[in-house]
């Protein structure tokens, strides 16, 4: 079983950058790609960056692209998202999830295992 925590969160106002952090422990495979998933104010749980276990090729939704910066510490079983110039619109829970491989895109973290989750709320 494995066991996603999130941590970073925080509030903060628009222009300022923040790093969130998510650790995984118990059983994980030895290549797997991590993703980070945020649910704003319309309930929506949306893609935001992931990061292949294989090649360490990062992805990122056209919302954050060129604000937010996806890597990983395999050494500490550790992913981390730096948000850069962040907007009100980047206001959401943000979601640390883990798939065995990746190469289907966004669906294929769809099932999770999912973290609890770390609020940003950013304002103006």
């Known amino acids: 079983q494995v066991h996603l925590v999130e941590s970073g969160g925080g509030s903060v106002q628009a222009g300022e950058s923040l790093t969130l952090s998510c650790h995984a422990s118990?059983?994980?495979?030895?290549?797997?790609?991590m993703a980070w998933f945020r649910r704003g104010t319309n309930e929506i749980r949306t893609g935001v960056a992931y990061?292949?276990?294989?090649?360490?090729?990062?992805y990122y939704t056209d919302d954050v692209r060129g604000r937010f910066t996806i890597w990983r510490d395999n050494s500490k079983n550790t992913a981390l998202l730096h948000m850069n110039n962040l907007e009100p619109q980047d206001t959401a829970t943000y979601y640390c999830?883990?798939?065995?491989?990746?190469?289907?895109?966004?669906?294929?973290?769809?099932?999770?295992?999912w973290g609890q989750g770390t609020q940003v709320p950013v304002s103006s």
């Open positions: 999830v883990i798939a065995s491989n990746c190469h289907m895109g966004w669906v294929a973290f769809l099932d999770g295992p």
């Open positions: 118990g059983y994980t495979p030895n290549v797997y790609c």
């Open positions: 990061i292949d276990g294989k090649d360490g090729a990062a």
